[in-house]
């Protein structure tokens, strides 16, 4: 079924930190890319970040990078994004998927999408 199921999201106060899971369910993750995205009421989706299929190389869009941080566990078949300083402006539904060559430039060609989880983040 190529099932992402998101984890994690909450309500966090400005300053705080959630860390997010993506679990992989009829297939494993070791031969694919996993990028997070999120989308805000009233705006389009957009690339978060993303890891190789082996991990060793990550990416994050400017607004987080140095505050969020991506990782995988291949044993355990899940992907994380440590997300830390949280902002207002990080509020938002956030999604995980799967891109079958285990490459991340442009957030492109992700092939498999999770259901999403929310992220409030407000005082």
């Known amino acids: 079924q190529l099932r992402l199921v998101e984890s994690g999201g909450g309500l966090v106060q400005p300053g705080g930190s959630l860390r997010l899971s993506c679990a992989a369910s009829?297939?494993?993750?070791?031969?694919?890319?996993i990028g997070w995205f999120r989308q805000a009421p009233g705006k389009e989706r957009e690339g978060v970040s993303c890891?190789?299929?082996?991990?060793?190389?990550?990416y994050y869009a400017d607004s987080v990078k140095g505050r969020f941080t991506i990782s995988r566990d291949n044993a355990k078949n899940t992907v994380y994004l440590q997300m830390n300083s949280l902002k207002s402006e990080d509020t938002a539904v956030y999604y995980c998927?799967?891109?079958?060559?285990?490459?991340?430039?442009?957030?492109?060609?992700?092939?498999?999408w999770g259901q999403g989880t929310q992220v409030t983040v407000s005082s």
């Open positions: 998927a799967a891109r079958t060559l285990g490459v991340c430039a442009g957030f492109r060609g992700f092939d498999s």
């Open positions: 009829g297939f494993t993750l070791d031969a694919y890319a």
């Open positions: 890891i190789s299929s082996s991990g060793g190389s990550t």
